[in-house]
């Protein structure tokens, strides 16, 4: 069985500082995705990044940064130098290779960005 | 561009009262899902399909029942509604090729009394 925790319920931090977003994964599947999906205030949710187990290469993209680390089954996402834009949601998500539209995911971290 | 399209946006039904929640895409996805969104608990997977006429369940499939004979289409089926069901539905769709990346609907907010 697949699972994935994120521990951190509600974060809340003040315009431009740092946070980081953590999850944590478990799966027995040697080949595996793992996703970053945003639920802004409006509801809908969307995507961000989506990365294959083979590759444990760190991404960046704008002030947005993903850590994976397959040794530790942790996935975790930073945002720098938060913004009010980034208040939402935020799910981590798992899927075998197999049967990639299966989505796993994490129970949330509402994170709060005050200005 | 729609993208995906989920009708209604809220519903209140009585328990025993059945009724079909509406999701149609307009970017030929061969993948479609639909998730349940209840506090605490992300979403969970109710029903998914890989393509018209090909369905399968997802983790919580019980009281929903599911068909797709168009690669447009995907209605999800409240038989027997009860509170337990009472929760925010999503419906998602994606390409085959790129797996997991997936489309979502505004949502549909279901109460259940």
């Known amino acids: 069985a697949q699972k994935v925790t994120q521990a951190q319920t509600e974060i809340s931090v003040v315009e431009k500082e740092d946070v980081t977003l953590d999850c944590v994964y478990e799966t027995r599947d040697t080949t595996y995705y793992l996703f970053w999906y945003k639920q802004p205030p409006s509801g809908e949710l969307v995507f961000l990044i989506r990365r294959n187990s083979f590759d444990e290469q760190n991404e960046i993209s704008g002030r947005y940064s993903w850590n994976f680390q397959k040794s530790t089954s942790s996935f975790n996402f930073t945002i720098t130098a938060s913004q009010v834009v980034d208040s939402a949601v935020y799910f981590c998500?798992?899927?075998?290779?197999?049967?990639?539209?299966?989505?796993?995911f994490g129970e949330g971290t509402q994170l709060t960005v005050n200005p | 561009n729609a993208g995906v399209t989920q009708t209604p946006k809220f519903q209140v039904l009585k328990t025993g009262q059945s009724m079909t929640l509406q999701c149609a895409q307009d970017?030929?996805?061969?993948?479609m899902s639909w998730y349940r969104q209840d506090p605490g608990m992300g979403l969970r997977l109710i029903h998914y399909?890989?393509?018209?006429?090909?369905?399968d369940q997802g983790e919580v499939p019980n009281g929903y029942n599911v068909s797709r004979s168009t690669t447009e289409d995907f209605p999800l089926r409240l038989l027997s509604a009860a509170p337990s069901q009472t929760s925010v539905y999503f419906c998602?769709?994606?390409?085959?090729?790129?797996?997991?990346?997936?489309?979502f609907g505004a949502g549909t907010r279901l109460s259940v009394l």
């Open positions: 970017m030929n996805h061969e993948y």
């Open positions: 998500a798992l899927s075998r290779k197999t049967s990639g539209s299966r989505l796993t």
């Open positions: 399909s890989v393509g018209a006429g090909i369905t």
């Open positions: 998602a769709s994606s390409y085959a090729a790129l797996p997991g990346i997936q489309y």
